[in-house]
């Protein structure tokens, strides 16, 4: 079982990033995926989950309108589109699975999810 993040790295504030968490062992669509982040200073937050038996979305109010959390069950795949990126939203990038498949809540705090991905960079900056 892994989850590879990707698609990381440099954006402008303004702008857009569009990190991938790549699923393998296990079939993205029958699990939650949830999105995290870490920032200096702060413990990891929650920023979106994406439930596995209807697709449907929640987000953390911070991102609300500015970040898309999507997945492509052919590419085993679930991306975390980044728009109108504000210097604050510079952190480590985490997608994260709960232990049991088909869950109806999907949550966005660290203790539901046991399998992490080793992160993506992100960096907003001028």
């Known amino acids: 079982l892994q989850l590879v993040e990707s698609g990381g790295g440099l954006g402008q504030p303004g702008g857009s990033l569009r990190p991938s968490c790549a699923a393998s062992?296990?079939?993205?669509?029958?699990?939650?995926i949830g999105w995290f982040r870490q920032v200096p200073g702060k413990g990891r937050e929650g920023i979106s989950c994406?439930?596995?038996?209807?697709?449907?979305?929640s987000y953390a109010d911070f991102v609300k309108g500015r970040f898309t959390i999507s997945r492509d069950d052919a590419k085993n795949t679930v991306y975390l589109e980044m728009n109108k990126l504000k210097p604050e939203d510079t952190g480590v990038y985490y997608c994260?699975?709960?232990?049991?498949?088909?869950?109806?809540?999907?949550?966005?705090?660290?203790?539901?999810?046991?399998?992490w991905g080793q992160g993506t960079q992100v960096t907003v900056s001028s």
């Open positions: 994260a699975r709960p232990t049991l498949p088909l869950q109806l809540m999907c949550g966005m705090t660290r203790d539901e999810y046991v399998f």
């Open positions: 062992g296990f079939t993205v669509g029958h699990y939650n």
């Open positions: 994406i439930r596995s038996v209807d697709a449907s979305t």
